[in-house]
């Protein structure tokens, strides 16, 4: 995916889905990538080690996306 800006629409970020893995009984990309174009080298990336869909009757407490959290890594 790239993301054109709405003003000049050159490309400012691309996202790059890649390593296709089976996971949580879906087939899904395991690692996200965003790069932003107009700085060299800066980029973000997101591995998903394990991952669980469908659970339901089970509630995710409120809590769980706090700052304080969010900032931990929980």
Same mark, same amino acid.
């Given at each position: 995916?790239?993301?054109?800006?709405?003003?000049?629409?050159?490309?400012?970020?691309?996202?790059?889905?890649?390593?296709?893995?089976?996971? $949580? $009984?879906?087939?899904?990309?395991?690692?996200?990538?965003?790069?932003?174009?107009?700085?060299? $080298?800066?980029?973000?990336?997101?591995?998903?080690?394990?991952? =669980?869909?469908?659970?339901?009757? =089970?509630?995710?407490?409120?809590?769980?996306?706090?700052?304080?959290?969010?900032?931990? $890594?929980?």
């Amino acid at each position: 995916l790239s993301f054109p800006t709405s003003l000049t629409r050159s490309l400012i970020k691309e996202m790059i889905f890649s390593d296709q893995k089976h996971m $949580g $009984g879906r087939f899904i990309p395991t690692t996200i990538e965003m790069k932003t174009l107009t700085k060299e $080298g800066q980029r973000t990336i997101i591995h998903y080690h394990d991952i =669980r869909f469908d659970l339901s009757g =089970r509630e995710i407490a409120d809590d769980l996306f706090s700052e304080q959290n969010l900032k931990r $890594g929980l």
